[in-house]
């Protein structure tokens, strides 16, 4: 069996889909794609993704089984520069908990609360 990285998946989950899709479109400048739930249990809008590709794809995700809030586990969106997209966290109704910070040779980061109150990470090579 081939070597696989460790996270092939993540869901964020959110209380308020909508208000969540435009938070993540204003911060990371992207468009967020609607998700069919095989289930019929949740309501998903999916970060677009190339499964070939580096690094992991996931979606926002309005579920009864879970709900938003800062804990132990934090998602890194990679981004070119994350002083660019925290530039934009406030305005899109989120909070900085972190400015822009160096960890070392793995580049920078910047620590932030989305509009649900979930943690999560940018991190950027400069």
Same mark, same amino acid.
């Given at each position: 069996?081939?070597?696989?990285?460790?996270?092939?998946?993540?869901?964020?989950? +959110?209380?308020?889909?909508?208000?969540?899709?435009?938070?993540? =479109?204003?911060?990371?400048?992207?468009?967020?794609?609607?998700?069919?739930?095989? !289930?019929?249990?949740?309501?998903?809008?999916?970060?677009?993704?190339?499964?070939?590709?580096?690094?992991?794809?996931?979606?926002?995700?309005?579920?009864?089984?879970?709900?938003?809030?800062?804990?132990? !586990?934090?998602?890194?969106? *990679?981004?070119?520069?994350?002083? =660019?997209?925290?530039?934009? +966290?406030?305005?899109?109704?989120? +909070?900085?908990?972190?400015?822009?910070? *160096?960890?070392?040779?793995?580049?920078? +980061? !910047?620590?932030?609360?989305?509009?649900?109150? $979930?943690?999560?990470?940018? $991190? *950027?090579?400069?």
């Amino acid at each position: 069996m081939s070597q696989m990285n460790a996270v092939g998946w993540f869901d964020i989950y +959110v209380d308020d889909l909508d208000r969540a899709v435009g938070f993540y =479109e204003t911060v990371l400048g992207r468009k967020l794609e609607p998700m069919g739930d095989p !289930t019929g249990e949740t309501q998903m809008m999916a970060f677009s993704a190339d499964m070939s590709a580096y690094g992991a794809a996931g979606a926002l995700t309005k579920s009864a089984h879970a709900g938003p809030g800062v804990g132990g !586990t934090i998602v890194y969106f *990679s981004v070119a520069d994350c002083a =660019e997209q925290e530039a934009r +966290v406030a305005d899109a109704g989120g +909070v900085v908990i972190r400015p822009k910070f *160096s960890i070392g040779a793995f580049g920078w +980061v !910047t620590l932030c609360q989305d509009s649900e109150g $979930n943690m999560f990470g940018l $991190n *950027s090579l400069s």
